[in-house]
């Protein structure tokens, strides 16, 4: 039953995908002239993120802390990374518009990386020289417009799902944009499915206590990653204990 449900799951997400292509390529096409953030794609792809978990009978969707998201502020967003899955999940957010930071080899997955490229998220060559000037140069521009980033500090999924160590890029681009820190952490996403069909997941995500623009000018971006990390791990904890 499950793998049949399975590839009823993937059958509908192919059909969501190109019909959300389709319609997130004619929104870039008539807003672009005049909504240079492309804020109608990006309002849009909020919908098209979260259908990937509503499609699926088997998994359940828990956020906790959304009234801590402070209404109306341009903030660097946080969170640890688990598995792609990580990306929908965070649409759960109540941010309408926000660019990621992803690595150029997810602009190569077809579908996914179409949309990235018309949502106009920020793509940086991890570990390599530009990836820093790259990130401090378009999310910056991004910040001063107006419109959020969301950033996973670790850099790269991990592959036990703890929180690794956080690198300092984000809060460094936090401090030079004169903007806060709006950390949150999630668990569950990875292996939702396997051969044998999908799994049944609660996938929960936190958000945790923002940290002021006043806070994060005051520190050091070494000293607030290492801060956040910490803020992190703890929540992750928690929210397996609750479990």
């Known amino acids: 039953m499950r793998f049949i449900l399975l590839i009823v799951y993937l059958l509908m997400i192919v059909l969501w995908a190109i019909v959300s292509l389709v319609v997130m390529g004619l929104l870039a096409l008539v807003s672009l002239p005049f ?11 909020r919908v098209v993120a979260r259908m990937v978990y509503h499609l699926s009978p088997m998994w359940r969707v828990k956020v906790e802390g959304a009234e801590r998201v402070p209404e109306g502020e341009v903030m660097v967003v946080t969170c640890n990374h688990q598995s792609f899955f990580d990306i929908p999940l965070l649409f759960f957010l ?14 190569n997955i077809p579908a996914i990386g179409w949309m990235l490229g018309l949502r106009g998220d920020i793509v940086i060559r991890r570990g390599t020289t ?22 996973f500090p670790e850099g790269t999924r991990t592959k036990d799902g703890e929180v690794h160590r956080f690198k300092e890029g984000a809060f460094r681009l936090a401090k030079e944009n004169g903007v806060g820190v709006l950390p949150c952490v999630l668990d569950g996403t990875p292996r939702l499915f396997t051969k044998r069909g999908l799994q049944s997941r609660t996938l929960r995500l936190r958000v945790l206590e923002p940290i002021s623009s006043v806070a994060v000018a005051a520190t050091e971006p070494k000293e607030m990653a290492a801060r956040v990390e910490e803020m992190t791990r703890r929540a992750l904890e928690e929210l397996r204990n609750k479990k």
Do not use: M, N
């Not at 909504?35 to 792809?45: I, N, P, T």
């Not at 941010?95 to 690595?103: A, D, H, L, Q, R």
């Open 35 to 45: 909504d240079k953030e492309r804020r109608a794609v990006l309002a849009y792809s």
């Open 94 to 107: 109540p941010i309408w518009c926000f660019k990621f930071v992803s690595k150029v080899e997810v602009r």
């Open 130 to 151: 530009s990836a820093a000037t790259t990130l401090q140069k378009e999310g910056g521009a991004h910040l001063q417009a107006g419109t959020s980033v969301v950033i």
